[in-house]
């Protein structure tokens, strides 16, 4: 099993970006998938979180209005659509994939590798 985030770079600050997340030998259909975060010399926070329908959507207070969470379970893909970026949201961003439904806590079963967001001012 192996989950992949993908698509991050360097925006400047109001910027948008598009995170993906594809798995393999993982059928994305039947998980919770979540989007964290790490940035230098802080812990791992969550940042969205989608259920395997899709039907419902959590997000962490700063991100609201800002970030959308959706997925194409055809694809087996999630993606993080990433607006109004400010450097405060530089970071390494993960997906991780949990039977059940999903939480903004970081109880998920698989994770994958990162990618960086840059955010510059």
């Known amino acids: 099993v192996q989950l992949q985030a993908s698509g991050g770079g360097l925006v400047q600050v109001g910027g948008s970006l598009r995170l993906s997340c594809t798995a393999s030998g993982l059928r994305l259909d039947q998980y919770g998938v979540g989007w964290f975060r790490q940035a230098p010399g802080k812990e791992r926070e969550a940042v969205s979180c989608i259920t395997n329908t899709g039907g419902s959507q959590y997000y962490k207070d700063s991100v609201k209005d800002r970030f959308t969470i959706s997925r194409d379970n055809a694809k087996n893909m999630v993606y993080l659509q990433m607006n109004s970026l400010k450097p405060e949201d530089t970071a390494v961003y993960f997906c991780?994939?949990?039977?059940?439904?999903?939480?903004?806590?970081?109880?998920?079963?698989?994770w994958g590798q990162g990618t960086l967001v840059t955010v510059s001012s």
């Open positions: 991780a994939a949990v039977l059940g439904r999903p939480s903004l806590q970081p109880d998920y079963t698989y």
